[in-house]
């Protein structure tokens, strides 16, 4: 029975080693808390960003049109961004990069295909022992430590 594309045949012993890639260090696997810190960064942006543009607090009031705004900005940084430098703003901030599993650029269609997963919420609480979300599994892709 052969592997699945960017994995190995060989036992699981930390998070990345079935994808070849090291136990710590840059290259590594990100785990939850720089993530979870960079979602959160990324969140902020976004908000600070809807507030900046609009100039008014409203937007957050109930039956307000545009209380979409935000997670709207939200996911358009972290589409584009993750698309063009591989990394959200957050992400970025937090030295963390996602990869495509054959080391490729993670490009404008499976960036897209990963955001809107994200904005599903549960894909990304749904992973596996690599620690990649059913949002990186569905994209083929992971987040790892970049250089600091």
């Known amino acids: 029975m052969s592997s699945p594309p960017g994995t190995t045949a060989e036992p699981w012993r930390y998070p990345g080693s079935r994808l070849g890639l090291p136990g710590d260090g840059p290259g590594s696997v990100a785990g939850w808390g ?48 993750t698309a063009l430098t591989g990394a959200s703003a957050g992400q970025r901030l937090r030295h963390l990069t996602v990869l495509r599993l054959d080391r490729q650029r993670v490009g404008v269609w499976r960036s897209l295909v990963r955001t809107g997963m994200i904005l599903l919420v549960i894909p990304p609480l749904v992973f596996d022992r690599d620690g990649r979300g059913l949002h990186d599994l569905t994209a083929g892709t992971v987040v790892v430590h970049g250089p600091r």
């Open 34 to 81: 720089p993530r979870l810190l960079a979602l959160a960064l990324d969140w902020l942006i976004a908000n600070l960003l809807a507030l900046a543009l609009l100039r008014d607090t409203s937007i957050w009031e109930p039956g307000s049109g545009l209380r979409w705004l935000p997670l709207a900005l939200w996911a358009l940084e972290v589409w584009l961004l």
